[in-house]
């Protein structure tokens, strides 16, 4: 058993987490067009226009679509989901239960609606731009679904050990979106990095470069120029108090003496003046 439970072996996990798995039976009987769930009321109204519009190859297309989405979404995923061969470890099959109380809730809600479209759809009828005169509950329409459902389940159980699930990437159209970010990832490392990279080197040699001369021309103007045309009138207004300063004695009377020989020099030049 290599540390594995029979029951882990054999699977169960319908058993660990019943709410999950009995909100998926009806979420993959709702995508299979199974009566009263809801593709159930719309697929056989696509296919039976087609019919009618004498688009034979079409409703057939669809018809066998609608038979492996049943084969494959119906019962081979819960199947091999819920039944399978489980490959978790221990401590991961310990801790496998239903999730939280608000995604169950979710669920829940999205089954009931499943099941309300399934088995009322006049509401979604009525959502429809004309009027519709299409019963999907008639003796022909449930017949032949049952039908179809049925040869389904019974050739996935003759060829189950054909469809067993491979651990292998499938391609999808996601492969596009990988493929573009793949693409834009090498646009970015590659082109653009080496742009950047030489836009970086040139602005470092010239445009660094040049910025640096400019500040310091700058700084010279301002240590020189602006710095030392404000700096020499300030020392020479200095200087010229420090001359004014020794003629300061200290005395109020000689100071009171210059000032008075001041005013009457000013005085009598501006009277010599109008004289003349």
Known sequence: MTGKSKFTELGGLYKKMPGTFFFTIIGCLSISAAPFFAAYVSKGMIIGA??????NWAAWLLMFGATGTFMYNGLKLPYFL?????????ETWEKAADP?????????????FCIMVGSAPAFLYSLLPYEVHYSPFDLYHLAETLQLMGFAALAFFWLKKYLQPVDRICLDMDWFYRMAGRGFLWFVKNPLQW??????????????????STAKFWSWFDWHGIDGVVDG???SVRALGGKVRLLQSGQIQVTLFYAASFAAIVLVSYILFQLS
């Open 100 to 112: 939280t109380w608000n995604m169950m809730m979710a669920m829940a809600l999205g089954s009931a």
């Open 50 to 55: 087609g019919f009618e519009t004498h688009l």
């Open 233 to 235: 009138i300030a020392r």
């Open 195 to 212: 742009f950047d990279t030489a836009w970086g080197e040139v602005y470092r040699v010239v445009g660094l470069g040049t910025l640096m």
């Open 82 to 90: 819920f039944f399978g061969p489980n490959n978790c470890s221990d």
